[in-house]
């Protein structure tokens, strides 16, 4: 019944080592987003594709990069993490059309540490 | 100011009604949600309202738009402690993200 996946859950990384973490969907969902949630915090957009068109938000920094190999999977890199980039980070999908369309479905989230 | 703005807190008894508020600043927001996050999960959501409408009503919640304040509420009629949680209010216009409040956490006490 898992609509978003996330994986891993958990993820613990070492200052400055490279480190993705993953996204699948099963609905067929055309629109696919990455959020990053500090604590006490709003999750804030990245980045997003519409279908294979990436979009990113002017003050994601450098840092962070996404891939989306097809529909399905996407996922989201950080080349070098900082301390301060530990955070919850959100999948969501939606579907492009009218009515609901904008409605977004959340995975779980990964948990990001960076020691 | 921030976009969307919530109050952090709201304690509540068991079988009271809970209201969550959210103030926005974007007049030309089209969508306007409610979503709900649990501890360690993701974003649910819960409700959503279009701009045109005054109030959106689905078994234990109802929401209300004034959209001349650019005031959005949650009601949540007989709160349970399984209604614990953050709450998140969220704005888009057609096409574009979400748009987070901070967040507003529920504490129901039995």
């Known amino acids: 019944d898992a609509m978003v996946i996330q994986n891993p859950r958990y993820q613990v990384t070492q200052f400055g080592k490279p480190v993705t973490l993953s996204c699948s969907q099963t609905l067929n969902h055309n629109v696919m987003y990455w959020y990053q949630q500090k604590s006490s915090q709003a999750p804030k957009l990245l980045f997003h594709?519409?279908?294979?068109?990436?979009?990113n938000e002017a003050d994601t920094p450098d840092n962070f990069q996404s891939r989306r190999p097809n529909t399905s999977f996407c996922f989201l890199d950080i080349r070098s993490p900082g301390l301060g980039d530990a955070a919850m980070y959100l999948c969501?999908?939606?579907?492009?059309?009218?009515?609901?369309?904008?409605?977004?479905?959340f995975g779980p989230g990964t948990r990001l540490t960076v020691t | 100011g921030e976009d969307v703005e919530q109050s952090l807190f709201l304690s509540v008894r068991e079988g009271d009604s809970s209201v969550i508020n959210c103030t926005y600043t974007d007049s030309s927001s089209t969508y306007l949600y409610w979503y709900k996050q649990e501890p360690g999960a993701g974003l649910q959501l819960l409700t959503y309202i279009f701009s045109n409408m005054d109030m959106k009503q689905d078994q234990r919640l109802t929401v209300l738009l004034n959209k001349k304040d650019k005031h959005l509420s949650l009601r949540i009629a007989d709160t349970q402690t399984g209604d614990s949680a953050i709450y998140f209010c969220a704005e888009s216009k057609t096409g574009t993200a979400l748009i987070f409040g901070k967040g507003t956490t529920l504490s129901v006490s039995s």
């Open positions: 969501a999908t939606s579907r492009d059309g009218g009515g609901r369309s904008y409605e977004q479905y």
């Open positions: 594709y519409y279908d294979k068109d990436f979009n």
